[in-house]
């Protein structure tokens, strides 16, 4: 399946946490998130979600 992004901005009950990334894993997200008129925050929730939907390996 391919990676799609979403808009996150759900009813669902939201949390926030902290990652402790690379700066150039964040200038890489950024730039994604550039190119579609998106978040930060939405690209890195669209990466995590897609990742466990497909599983480990």
């Given at each position: 399946?391919?990676?799609?992004?979403?808009?996150?901005?759900?009813?669902?009950?939201?949390i926030?946490?902290?990652?402790y990334?690379?700066e150039?894993?964040?200038?890489?997200?950024?730039?994604?998130?550039?190119?579609?008129?998106?978040?930060?925050?939405?690209?890195?929730?669209?990466?995590?979600?897609?990742?466990?939907?497909?599983?480990?390996?």
């Amino acid at each position: 399946m391919s990676f799609q992004i979403k808009n996150n901005k759900a009813t669902a009950k939201h949390i926030y946490k902290t990652l402790y990334i690379s700066e150039t894993l964040v200038s890489q997200i950024e730039q994604i998130a550039v190119e579609h008129d998106t978040s930060f925050n939405n690209i890195v929730v669209s990466m995590i979600e897609h990742c466990l939907k497909d599983g480990p390996g």
